[in-house]
């Protein structure tokens, strides 16, 4: 029951759909036919073709087909070029037949490295050029230059004309007040629910009251009022079926041998193609159910659709935004509102062309500009402006060159401010650079882009150059995947010539293979053999402080580090000793940005003290040599917290009777009975808290003593100064370590 009310609901909403779509694209196809230079029967059988053959073949289902007002200039040059019409439609089927190529190549890819800012912009240009064209038809302008023409001339000089004519007050009454009421019904049926969420469409509504009220003027009002026949939709009417195929054209195969016919089947093919996968981008965007329309397939019918026209004398098809735009706020659900389209346009064309003869321009042109309101609505603009300069200027240099020159010139123009933006951008941020400041000297980290193409080589070399001399300098390739060869070149002359002669040394790091300059990857690092004895515990407790500042900003520059290649054991390498407690979510070598050779780590659950423990410190300590040990405990400690609940009145004796763990929950228990206000109750989360970090403090402290209490080794090393103990704790809400000033008993 539900499958076949969801049919019957598309099926309503196709075809009602269907018809707001032909009466919007009847005057359109002849429009565009008109300013084409091309015979009008030509526009309406594009539209007859973009419907039926188009609309079976695409997997679109929302995309309509036919005459695009984008190709009027193309088409327009083309013919005055090839030298006649014929021509002109060989053209179109060869064009096609190069778009069938395409789609079954699978070409239709390119759309998405179409920026959305150019697809926007488009929108917005369409919609803008969609209110100026319709103005002089919505007063019904005398000045016009065709009857149902809603394409300008190329460069949009007969709009602009149009345009400053109207300053002329040149209308009609009766025009005007159609058009007004239009634009009025179709703003409140959009506003008021229930006829928002009808199953008729306002644009519908909005014909049948134009024809009834021109219809109602013509029979009762003076001639001041009634619709003259040049503003009323003009479709051919036919007195015998034999003048149909009088008017048909067909191409001419004996021009098969000539190049011009060639180059223009390649400019339709290409200009077609670009505006139908915009196009289709766009549309998809439009559409409330965020179908995706299949890109190839899309060229493949609409390569087959423009072999089709031209073999019977039509103009070239794309997917057409005005049309797709009509269907989606119409309701179409499906495609099949794009294929009864074309069957109404074939029907009424052949049938009743007289009725649709009664249609008001005034009434399709108000449809017409409110669609355009919504592709340019002031919503977008604001969305756009608030994305940044990197969208908006793109999207509104667009939107600006359509109205101002042509669609094909809007986008490309629109698509070369975009590819200025992102090649400025490369220019701008090819590498990041970090200043490590370590005992052996300062190390300049130049970390290459994903990318690094020869618009970076101005800004690398100049980082380069900025290395001071007798310096260190790392440059970090991890991250990169494609570097161009004039910035190998550039690396190569600074590492062999550069470089020696500035006494500055040099390691590439993460280059693969193809891309090592050199050959071979050298090392520098600060915590080498030779540099590690240099290092006392004050050096080491400020490395790891600027480490954690490191951490905090999110630039970790060396805890990603592999081993170092000369294969040495961490050990050798390990130039820090830390005792942290086990649930610290975070390591160690991340807080401190370390390599994991860096530091001897051990790890106990709430850095408690037993022989054990002492063992692998004095291991760190002593036989690797660390200058410092550092007691890092934590805020939100669990064996502290475990501690503390089992100091709270009334609990049961048997809670928590686990024998090792006891273990540690009463040595971290005489911490909490030195703290001062332990003693009271925990009874909400901030005390709960606030105990947990006093009595963390206290246990790392206690840590401190209990060490040098037990290591005899460890205390006389601090006593004579080549060890330090420090204690610490780690915030974990804040990633800040906290070092622990308090006065350690020293044995």
């Known amino acids: 029951m539900y499958e076949t009310a969801t049919l019957g609901y598309r099926l309503r909403r196709d075809m009602t759909a269907s018809l707001v779509i032909f009466l919007a694209a009847l005057p359109l196809c002849l429009g565009i036919a008109l300013a084409s230079n091309a015979p009008l029967i030509s526009g309406l059988i594009s539209g007859i073709i973009g419907g039926i053959v188009v609309g079976s073949l695409s997997h679109s289902q929302t995309s309509v087909s036919g005459p695009a007002a984008g190709l009027t200039a193309v088409v327009a040059t083309q013919i005055a070029l090839l030298g006649s019409f014929e021509?002109?439609?060989?053209?179109?089927?060869?064009?096609?037949?190069?778009?069938?190529?395409?789609?079954?190549?699978?070409?239709?890819?390119?759309?998405?490295?179409?920026?959305?800012?150019?697809?926007?912009?488009?929108?917005?240009?369409?919609?803008?050029?969609?209110?100026?064209?319709?103005?002089?038809?919505?007063?019904?302008?005398?000045?016009?230059?065709?009857?149902?023409?809603?394409?300008?001339?190329?460069?949009?000089?007969?709009?602009?004309?149009?345009?400053?004519?109207?300053?002329?007050?040149?209308?009609?009454?009766g025009a005007t007040v159609i058009g007004l009421l239009s634009v009025l019904q179709l703003i409140l049926w959009d506003r008021i629910p229930v006829l928002k969420r009808s199953a008729i469409p306002g644009p519908l509504i909005s014909v049948v009251l134009g024809v009834a009220i021109s219809q109602l003027w013509f029979s009762g009002l003076g001639a001041a009022w009634r619709i003259p026949n040049p503003q009323l939709v003009q479709v051919p009417v036919f007195n015998n079926p034999a003048e149909y195929g009088a008017i048909l054209v067909f191409p001419d195969f004996s021009l098969l041998t000539d190049s011009k016919v060639y180059i223009a089947a390649l400019t339709i093919a290409i200009v077609a193609s670009l505006e139908t996968l915009l196009n289709l981008e766009a549309v998809d965007r439009l559409d409330p159910q965020q179908r995706h329309s299949p890109r190839s397939r899309e060229l493949f019918a609409q390569g087959v659709g423009n072999i089709t026209a031209g073999l019977t004398g039509g103009l070239p098809v794309t997917s057409v935004i005005v049309r797709s735009s009509l269907n989606i706020n119409s309701g179409g659900q499906t495609k099949l509102s794009a294929i009864l389209n074309g069957g109404l346009l074939l029907g009424c064309f052949l049938l009743i062309p007289q009725v649709l003869n009664l249609i008001p321009l005034a009434c399709l042109a108000g449809i017409l500009l409110v669609t355009g309101y919504k592709l340019a609505s002031p919503a977008l603009i604001r969305q756009m402006y608030q994305a940044g300069r990197y969208q908006f200027i793109p999207y509104s240099c667009t939107a600006c060159f359509i109205v101002v020159t042509d669609i094909l010139t809007g986008i490309l123009l629109g698509l070369a401010t975009s590819i200025s933006f992102i090649l400025y951008s490369n220019m701008r941020c090819p590498l990041h650079r970090v200043l490590e400041k370590h005992v052996g000297g300062d190390v300049l980290r130049i970390e290459l882009a994903n990318q690094v193409s020869f618009f970076n080589r101005a800004a690398i070399e100049r980082a380069l150059l900025e290395v001071p001399r007798d310096g260190f300098v790392v440059i970090d390739g991890r991250k990169t995947d494609f570097i161009d060869p004039d910035v190998l070149s550039l690396l190569r002359d600074f590492q062999n010539i550069t470089a020696p002669a500035r006494g500055i040394r040099v390691s590439l790091q993460g280059f693969r293979e193809r891309y090592d300059p050199a050959g071979e990857i050298q090392t520098i690092d600060y915590s080498q053999t030779e540099l590690r004895g240099q290092l006392t515990p004050d050096d080491v407790l400020r490395l790891l402080l600027e480490g954690n500042q490191r951490f905090r900003a999110g630039v970790l520059t060396r805890g990603e580090s592999q081993q170092n290649s000369a294969g040495e054991p961490y050990a050798q390498n390990s130039f820090v000793t830390i005792l942290s407690c086990i649930d610290c979510y975070m390591p160690v070598e991340s807080i401190f940005d370390l390599r994991p050779d860096n530091v001897c780590s051990v790890q106990v659950a709430g850095n408690v003290i037993d022989t054990e423990v002492v063992n692998n410190l004095e291991y760190g300590c002593i036989l690797s040599g660390t200058p410092l040990l550092l007691v890092l405990g934590h805020t939100r400690c669990g064996a502290i917290r475990a501690s503390l609940e089992q100091q709270q009145p009334g609990l049961p004796e048997d809670r928590g009777n686990h024998q090792h763990l006891n273990q540690v929950v009463n040595l971290i228990s005489e911490s909490i009975q030195e703290e001062t206000d332990s003693k009271a109750p925990v009874d909400s989360p901030e005390q709960n808290s606030l105990s947990t970090t006093q009595v963390s403090h206290r246990n790392v402290l206690r840590a401190v003593a209990a060490i040098l209490a037990s290591s005899d080794q460890i205390r006389e090393r601090v006593q004579a100064g080549s060890l330090g103990v420090v204690g610490a704790v780690y915030h974990d809400d804040t990633g800040v370590v906290e070092l622990l000033k308090e006065e350690l008993p020293q044995g």
């Open 87 to 173: 021509a002109f439609l060989l053209a179109v089927a060869l064009g096609g037949l190069l778009q069938v190529i395409a789609g079954l190549c699978r070409a239709g890819f390119i759309s998405m490295f179409i920026p959305s800012g150019v697809v926007k912009g488009m929108l917005t240009g369409i919609g803008l050029l969609l209110i100026l064209k319709q103005l002089p038809y919505l007063i019904g302008h005398d000045g016009l230059q065709t009857n149902g023409s809603l394409s300008a001339a190329p460069q949009n000089l007969g709009l602009y004309q149009s345009l400053v004519s109207l300053s002329d007050l040149d209308w009609h009454a």
